[in-house]
């Protein structure tokens, strides 16, 4: 037997908003119930349905307007992240870093063509937090928020969707701690800042290269694991 994959509150929580949406043949721009009746129908806190909503809304399945409520955007988004089926975490992770390699490899090259002066600015913002504060959900944060501004600065809308669709996917590298491994990518962080200055730089080659070491690091950390902890 294999191991069953542990899923988050927010994460169930998402799955049942998106039943939700498909059993009553909602469309683009109908609107959901609120949050408190949300919370009440899942019998789960407003945090999580909140939590819930932002991973919906990253991958532009719903909108949130403030003041007016949370409204369906394109029920077509939401599609890799419930159609993954590897309850081995440690084969979840690798094959993560194959399509991630990929993806967001061709992002950093394309953000040393196209990245705003603002982007670099925020990318460099985002190191400064991670150096202040070396643990904790801040340090997670700014790691996947310097990542996202990696794939904004690419200006490719379709690399964007392709990445933000693989949002639930991809924040197994920032919003938990994989394999029980609390310092698993901690070893990744010195190649953070010599791909933003290889990006500032327009220096694609070197900014391609310190990514790749980057994932090297990633994928060599997730390997030593034995197979106990998978």
């Excluded at 950093?108 to 937090?129: F, G, P």
């Amino acid at each position: 037997m294999q191991k069953i994959k542990k899923m988050q509150l927010h994460e169930i929580a998402a799955q049942e908003i998106v039943h939700y949406i498909q059993e009553n043949g909602l469309q683009k721009g109908d609107k959901l119930p609120s949050l408190e009746e949300m919370s009440k129908l899942l019998d789960v806190s407003r945090t999580s349905i909140r939590e819930a909503l932002r991973s919906l809304e990253a991958m532009e399945f719903v909108k949130m307007v403030n003041g007016k409520g949370v409204f369906v955007d394109d029920p077509s988004s939401y599609r890799f992240s419930t159609k993954i089926d590897v309850s081995n975490e440690k084969t979840l992770l690798l094959q993560a870093c194959q399509v991630r390699r990929a993806l967001e490899g061709l992002a950093v090259e394309l953000a040393t063509e196209h990245a705003t002066e603002e982007q670099i600015e925020r990318m460099m913002h985002y190191l400064s937090e991670i150096r202040n504060n070396p643990d904790g959900p801040i340090t997670r944060l700014a790691d996947k928020n310097f990542h996202q501004t990696i794939y904004e600065a690419s200006r490719n809308k379709v690399l964007q969707s392709i990445i933000t669709s693989m949002s639930t996917l991809f924040d197994t590298f920032w919003e938990t701690a994989p394999l029980g491994q609390n310092r698993l990518f901690t070893d990744t962080f010195p190649f953070h800042p010599c791909i933003a200055e290889a990006i500032a730089n327009r220096d694609k080659k070197q900014a391609v290269m310190q990514f790749n070491l980057l994932m090297d690091a990633i994928e060599g950390n997730i390997q030593k694991v034995t197979t106990d902890n998978k």
